[in-house]
């Protein structure tokens, strides 16, 4: 994609194409598309939806690779798709320090970008940031702050994608973030049972923290696919743009006619990272077995 097709516009959080999420209603969904629970649908991806920042850069991390680092950090966005109970000793920040910890943990898992996000050494030195929706929410504490522990997955056949694990031992957000998941699948099969229009028209809608603000969905027809598996139902299209910093590794929800199977794939990367898009044609089973993203979606 060239990137005179992109613009500046997505380079500034400000212009109109980044809709604050509180903004967001049924108006901003294209003609064709707007229903009730397409609405509830982006929403409860929204709510799943966090802020991502890498304060470490990896020494296994290819250097063709290490562009994006400011000030000592790396924004970007990610998406909340497991919340799994664990019965031992939890390993969050604070029960480490503390001289009780709790006997039991969550893990909440995140989808993000490897451009964010490259090894465990980096998922150690990031924070992630719930339901930062507003910049009154901090102070309101609303936000809820997680520090990523381990990558869950690697995978050489889908380079761009990691699986941020996070502990929790706070069992009410555990029980809500699970909640969204279950939420969200329901409101999947009711949007795949609706009578759709067939619009000739796909909309992406990218929802992320795009330069660290507060939560946005930018609205585009412009992303690229830049690797695609349809032989899986838990295979994984990935998409590229021109961006500004805290949209790579946001969910994109896609809306498209009758054919709408594919509600939501991620992550977003930046066509700038040029780790060798070879290593994308050596399989067209993307961790078919190793995780199952449909059932999270």
């Given at each position: 994609m060239?990137?005179?097709?992109?613009?500046?516009?997505?380079l500034d959080?400000k212009?109109?194409?980044?809709?604050?999420?509180?903004?967001f209603?049924l108006d901003n969904i294209?003609?064709?598309f707007r229903s009730?629970?397409?609405?509830?649908?982006?929403?409860?991806?929204?709510?799943r939806?966090?802020?991502l920042?890498?304060?470490?850069?990896?020494?296994?991390?290819p250097a063709?690779?290490t562009?994006?680092?400011?000030?000592?950090k790396?924004?970007?966005?990610g998406w909340?798709?497991?919340?799994e109970?664990?019965n031992w000793?939890c390993?969050?920040?604070e029960?480490k320090e503390s001289?009780a910890p709790?006997?039991?943990?969550w893990?909440?898992i995140?989808n993000?970008?490897?451009q964010?996000v490259?090894?465990s050494?980096?998922?150690?030195?990031?924070?992630v940031?719930l339901?930062?929706d507003k910049?009154?929410?901090?102070e309101?504490?609303?936000?809820?702050?997680?520090?990523?522990?381990d990558l869950e997955v690697?995978?050489?056949?889908?380079?761009?994608?990691?699986?941020?694990?996070?502990?929790t031992c706070?069992a009410?957000?555990?029980?809500q973030?699970d909640?969204?998941?279950?939420?969200?699948?329901?409101?999947?099969?009711?949007?795949?049972?609706?009578m759709?229009e067939?619009v000739?028209?796909t909309?992406?809608?990218?929802i992320?923290h795009?330069?660290?603000?507060?939560?946005?969905?930018w609205?585009?027809?412009?992303l690229?696919?830049?690797?695609s598996?349809?032989?899986?139902?838990?295979?994984?299209?990935?998409y590229?743009?021109?961006?500004?910093p805290?949209?790579?590794?946001?969910p994109?929800v896609?809306?498209?006619?009758?054919?709408?199977?594919?509600?939501?794939?991620?992550?977003?990367?930046d066509?700038?990272f040029?780790t060798?898009l070879?290593?994308?044609?050596i399989?067209t089973?993307v961790?078919?077995n190793d995780?199952?993203?449909?059932?999270?979606?």
């Amino acid at each position: 994609m060239a990137e005179s097709t992109i613009g500046d516009s997505i380079l500034d959080p400000k212009h109109p194409n980044f809709i604050p999420i509180q903004d967001f209603g049924l108006d901003n969904i294209p003609e064709g598309f707007r229903s009730d629970a397409v609405l509830e649908y982006i929403k409860n991806i929204s709510a799943r939806t966090v802020k991502l920042v890498t304060r470490y850069t990896s020494p296994d991390r290819p250097a063709s690779s290490t562009r994006g680092f400011k000030d000592g950090k790396r924004l970007g966005s990610g998406w909340v798709v497991k919340v799994e109970y664990l019965n031992w000793q939890c390993e969050c920040p604070e029960c480490k320090e503390s001289l009780a910890p709790e006997s039991h943990c969550w893990a909440v898992i995140v989808n993000t970008s490897t451009q964010l996000v490259y090894d465990s050494q980096e998922a150690k030195a990031t924070q992630v940031e719930l339901f930062y929706d507003k910049e009154s929410f901090r102070e309101e504490g609303k936000v809820i702050t997680l520090h990523g522990a381990d990558l869950e997955v690697t995978n050489p056949a889908s380079p761009y994608i990691s699986l941020l694990v996070c502990f929790t031992c706070d069992a009410a957000l555990a029980s809500q973030l699970d909640n969204y998941r279950k939420e969200s699948m329901a409101l999947r099969s009711a949007i795949l049972r609706e009578m759709r229009e067939d619009v000739d028209l796909t909309q992406f809608l990218v929802i992320c923290h795009p330069q660290g603000l507060p939560k946005h969905i930018w609205m585009s027809p412009e992303l690229e696919r830049v690797r695609s598996s349809t032989l899986f139902s838990s295979a994984v299209s990935i998409y590229s743009a021109r961006t500004c910093p805290g949209v790579v590794g946001g969910p994109v929800v896609i809306l498209h006619g009758k054919d709408c199977e594919d509600l939501v794939w991620f992550p977003v990367v930046d066509n700038n990272f040029d780790t060798a898009l070879s290593n994308f044609s050596i399989s067209t089973n993307v961790a078919a077995n190793d995780f199952n993203y449909s059932q999270f979606c």
